[in-house]
């Protein structure tokens, strides 16, 4: 499991005066950066091995400003060539939204999805989610 | 059906190059407001009926700076108190993505999940995706 | 002048229920692409000619969701390499907002600033804000 | 002086490969939670008493992803009931930007700026930058 700890900002409020809906991406995405390295150790922008083919957010309850929030990562899905991403969403002891993300391991020589490397898959193995 | 169509902004790319995937939610909350205004004809926020169950995005296509994108976006199930937006994000005569979006009517005045009106029904029913 | 016309989304709200300040710069961005093209028609984003040196936004009225805004953008100073956007937020016939930016014409090659050619300073002059 | 260390986000790149300068005021807001605190030590959202008259940025270097950034905050001019507020944005030892906010102490009941009480005087001038 990867963790990520961080407050919420107060732009990414909405006038509803909770967290908006639309920021969950972009914090589970973040969460996700470890992930990315284990791909691509140096993040090098020009060889990206990794596409996102979907993800799905569920909202359990409101997020608030004002207390901190955890991101909880784990691996739910260890294809072939793709896998899927479990994440929580913590705030006050709770679960506040949890979401599933797919990622495609991806070849930029050939521009096709492309089998992940066993050194790869037994990291991402020991962030697996056991259910 | 209804129709929102606009340009990629220039700080909604990300380092790869494309759109990032973290905007599309935003993309479509916007285009939902017609549907919101159904509910909530004044956009008033103290008594805002609707509550964010979950979502979900496929990602088919990579998105580009520089060329319009259109939000189409139906009902694409409608049950007693929730219900299911269907949209699609079409740029250079392609669907890029798709999402579905799952609502709740919510009354504040007794914190629960409310039917939805029979006039709320009919006008969403004209924009039912027929499957 | 340029005039860039669109509606505010939901997300760009904050939890005092008016629009983000934190979102006008991304408005502005936007509202300067077509001087962004001016230097750099194909937006090639590998030879990028543009650096932006600072930029500062006075707000003088709150800016709310369910009016559509309007930007409106000249050029305000055009010096050998380097030139200042005037750029105006109209919402409901009012200014709400206004802006300054500087940006700097650059060359990738020699990675220094470069004077701006002769084309390019007649179309910005043609946008010129008389003051 | 107020300190806040992160990681810069994935999403918060552009397609020119560096940090969007649309993110930092985002950044910078964040930063000054603590002087929101000073007015309004519950953050309440209903009774805000303070409004933001304008911002400047200056962006002195580009700022990467993979490094984390620390934004330093002082108080920079302390007037009746309006102040500035100074930041820097520093990553890999070097400041990278630059920033001044003036904002104005502000009575929702009477609807006009209000002079800023000798108790929050005292906390925000042990945060003065000397210059």
């Known amino acids: 499991m990867f963790t990520d ?3 919420v900002r107060f732009y990414e ?3 509803l005066k909770h967290v908006s809906n639309t ?3 972009g914090w589970f995405e973040s969460a996700r950066i470890p992930i990315f390295k284990v791909f ?3 993040l090098d922008l020009d060889n990206w091995p990794l596409i996102l083919a979907s993800y799905k957010v569920d909202f359990l309850q409101q ?3 004002g207390y901190p929030v955890t991101v909880k990562t784990w691996i739910s899905r260890l294809g072939n060539s793709s ?4 994440q929580e969403l913590h705030q006050q002891e ?3 939204a949890s979401g599933i993300t797919t990622l495609v391991h991806f070849d930029y020589v050939s521009q096709k999805s492309a089998p992940i490397s066993e050194e790869v898959r037994a990291v991402l193995l ?3 989610r056991e259910t």
């Open 126 to 128: 020991s962030h697996l």
């Open 94 to 96: 709770e679960v506040k």
């Open 83 to 86: 896998f899927d991403v479990y």
């Open 63 to 65: 997020i608030y400003l």
């Open 13 to 15: 409020t909405d006038a």
């Open 23 to 25: 920021v969950l991406v």
């Open 5 to 7: 700890t961080f407050d």
């Open 40 to 42: 691509n150790p140096t």
